[in-house]
C-alpha cells in the first residue's frame, strides 16, 4: 500500500535565487511529467538568508521562461535545521553549500540524507568523489551564458533524478485496486 507521505526532496543553493530555484522548477516538472508528482514534493532553499522572500534572479527566471517553465511562484528561503526533519533528501549544488547543510545537522544520521545534486550527472566524471566537477557553478557573477549552462547541467541531472525517485516511491495506487 502507497505510503500517504510524498517523499520530500529539497535543493539547496547559497541565496536561493539561482541554481536551487531553478532545479526547483525543473524537477517539478520532469517530475510531473513521469507522473510522480503526486508522491515527490519538492522545496528549495538556501544557506544565506540574504534574499528571504524575494523572488528568484531575473536571469535565472529567464532562461525558465525561454524553456517554458513558471519561475513565479518561487520565493526565496532559508535553510534551517528543520529542513532535516521535513526531507528525505537534501541535494545541495556546491561543495561549500555541503559543509554548510552538514554544520546544521543535528546527527551523523542526518548528514546522509545529503547529496550532491550532480551525484545523479550522468557527465560527471566521478559520481561518489566530492570534488568540484559535482559542484553547479554559480552563474550569479557571469553574463547569462552561465544561466544556460546551468539549466542544461540540471535539465540532465533532474532526468536521471527522476528516474532515481521513481525508485524510492511507492507505485501510484490504481482506482478500482485492491
Not at 29 to 34: C, G, S, Y
Not at 59 to 82: C, E, K, M, N
Request: hydrophobic share 40%; charged share 25%.
Amino acid at each position: 500500500m502507497p505510503s500517504p507521505d510524498p517523499y520530500r526532496v529539497a535543493v539547496v543553493c547559497l541565496g536561493n535565487i539561482c541554481r536551487s530555484p531553478i532545479a526547483h522548477v525543473v524537477l517539478d516538472a520532469k517530475l510531473r511529467e513521469a507522473g510522480l508528482d503526486d508522491r515527490v514534493e519538492v522545496s528549495s532553499s538556501g544557506t544565506g538568508g540574504w534574499h528571504e522572500g524575494e523572488p528568484m534572479d531575473p536571469r535565472a527566471a529567464a532562461v525558465l521562461s525561454d524553456a517554458g517553465l513558471d519561475p513565479t511562484r518561487h520565493r526565496a528561503r532559508t535553510f534551517t535545521i528543520d529542513w532535516y526533519a521535513e526531507h528525505d533528501l537534501i541535494l545541495v549544488m556546491d561543495a561549500s553549500n555541503r559543509a554548510d547543510v552538514l554544520e546544521l545537522a543535528p546527527t551523523v544520521a542526518e548528514q546522509a540524507s545529503v547529496r550532491m545534486f550532480r551525484s545523479f550527472d550522468p557527465e560527471a566524471n566521478d559520481p561518489e568523489a566530492n570534488n568540484p566537477d559535482l559542484d553547479v557553478p554559480d552563474p550569479w557573477y557571469g553574463g547569462d551564458q552561465g544561466f544556460r549552462d546551468v539549466l542544461a547541467m540540471i535539465e540532465r541531472t533532474s532526468d536521471v533524478l527522476v528516474e532515481h525517485l521513481a525508485q524510492q516511491v511507492p507505485p501510484a495506487e490504481r482506482p478500482g485496486a485492491s
